[in-house]
């Protein structure tokens, strides 16, 4: 659900305008906490059947979002979902009993390896990923940006793994940002409408979580007022992760669904954006 919590605006934009557009997810989310009390069964610590059934709802996601290009990294079952634990201050973490199978135990070299062919092959000007703290500490999420940075620099040394395809150079790698005017705007909004619990009883006027960057840090930021319907669509569709009643929902509750419209980048390497505007409205803005 994460894909499109965080660029599904920008995804469906780009698909809308012709660009080719490839999401590459890295587990089948096979721990992941089932919220449909009808579909508890499907747990990890009951039938272990949660996989098949996020696939479909990620199928369904993809078809509002108009994206037809998706695989899991080294296909289906390639890396198991490593799970996540909170630590002290309520962050996500790795947890002390990791399968072998798990991703976050997965050698860097070998997932890279997987996402090479697929770099060579799309060629993509522009690659996002997560953070180096992977959003919310997730420890999929931070393997992930592991990956796609260092199979970024893989794919483009031409000597390396000839097998994989030939070579190819991304000009510009984004990490996926949340902005802190966003949040503080939203989480005051959500106070002064009484609600003291939504996004963990976060202050407004206190320290940020790690997740949320200054402005400053922020490099562009895609406006997809136009596509916002798709998004919230994409995220219903992954109906055993996200409420819909929950905080996720609370913003555009207080809001309007146009709070979820701006998703936001850091520039990670690669060609700058030009110069002139303090956020660049187009990851593609400057390049050829």
């Known amino acids: 659900d994460d894909e499109t919590i965080g660029t599904g605006a920008t995804m469906a934009k780009y698909v ?37 059934h996020r696939i479909g709802e990620l199928d369904a996601a993809m078809a509002e979002l108009g994206v037809t290009d998706y695989l899991r990294l080294g296909g289906d079952f390639r890396f198991r979902d490593s799970g996540m634990v909170y630590d002290e201050r309520g962050m996500a973490t790795a947890g002390n009993n990791l399968r072998d199978d798990s991703f976050w135990r997965a050698d860097l070299l070998v997932a ?48 390396y793994r000839p097998d994989l395809g030939e070579p190819w150079t991304v000009s510009r790698v984004l990490w996926q940002a949340m902005s802190e005017s966003w949040m503080r705007d939203g989480l005051r909004a959500l106070r002064a409408a009484g609600d003291t619990t939504s996004w963990g009883g976060i202050d407004a006027e206190g320290p940020m979580p790690p997740m949320v960057v200054p402005d400053e840090a922020i490099s562009a930021k895609i406006d997809g007022t136009r596509w916002v319907g798709r998004k919230l669509a994409a995220m219903r569709a992954h109906a055993t992760q996200i409420k819909f009643d929950g905080h996720f929902f609370a913003l555009a509750d207080q809001l309007g669904d146009q709070v979820w419209s701006n998703e936001y980048y850091r520039l990670a390497g690669g060609v700058p954006f030009p110069d002139g505007q303090e956020w660049a409205d187009d990851l593609f803005a400057g390049l050829q």
């Open 16 to 52: 809308s305008q012709g660009a080719a557009v490839t999401l590459v997810t890295c587990t089948l989310g096979e721990e992941g906490e089932v919220l449909v009390e009808e579909l508890a069964h499907l747990a990890s610590d009951r039938d272990d059947s949660l996989a098949p």
């Open 112 to 159: 890279a390896n997987e996402l090479v062919p697929v770099i060579r092959s799309r060629k993509p000007q522009v690659l996002t990923c997560y953070d180096e703290y992977g959003s919310y500490g997730h420890p999929d999420h931070v393997q992930a940006h592991r990956v796609a940075m260092y199979a970024a620099q893989l794919a483009a040394v031409a000597s």
